[in-house]
């Protein structure tokens, strides 16, 4: 598929209803708000399901939602990311992929690395920005995912530990 200029478009926004122009401050990792860096890793990944598809992107509105052309196809398809900035550099561009398996675009560069990872849906969920303080089994619920470091795991693991053992030696009370 050959591309021009009038085939490229910026549509009117639609009033947005649940999402933060603001991606710094959502702190959600569901497709279309961050890029965790695990969804980022396995899209690139030869053993892993999906690949990188390229495709071009023919129209971005201000509430994030945008239309792609996959290449050699006329399959025009419509997804919705958090992060419509580093979007619209990719508008019209050369060398954008998608990888839908794993909700990612990006543009693959002239020495086969790729830059500008953007988390993308047909599916929006709502901006979270609350950071996180639940365990990190419930930030998948409330968050998306999580990232924490080793020291923060261990710490996490010892406070349990400590809380198995503080159970398990006292005493057992009696009910009469």
């Known amino acids: 598929m050959t591309s021009s200029a009038d085939d490229i478009t910026i549509r009117p926004p639609r009033p947005l209803e649940f999402v933060s122009l603001e991606p710094r401050r959502c702190r959600s990792w569901f497709p279309g ?3 965790h860096w695990v969804q980022g890793m396995r899209a690139n990944r030869a053993d892993s ?7 071009l992107i023919t129209e971005v509105a201000i ?12 399959v025009a398809n419509r997804y919705w990311t958090h992060d419509i900035e580093k ?7 050369d060398h954008v992929e998608i990888n839908e398996h794993w909700s990612v675009v990006h543009q693959r560069r002239s020495d086969g690395g790729a830059t500008n990872y953007i988390s993308v849906t047909q599916n929006p969920r709502p901006c979270v920005f609350e950071d996180p303080s639940e365990e990190p089994h419930e930030q998948l619920q409330t968050h998306g995912g999580f990232s924490i470091s080793g020291a923060e795991v261990l710490r996490i693991l010892r ?4 809380a198995t053992e503080d159970e ?6 009696r009910s009469d």
């Open 159 to 162: 406070e349990r530990a400590e």
């Open 49 to 55: 399901p999906g690949s990188f598809v390229p495709c």
């Open 63 to 74: 509430d994030g939602w945008f239309t792609l052309v996959l290449t050699g196809t006329e």
């Open 168 to 173: 398990s030696s006292a005493p057992a009370s």
């Open 33 to 35: 708000h961050g890029v």
């Open 87 to 93: 979007l619209r550099v990719l508008l019209g561009e």
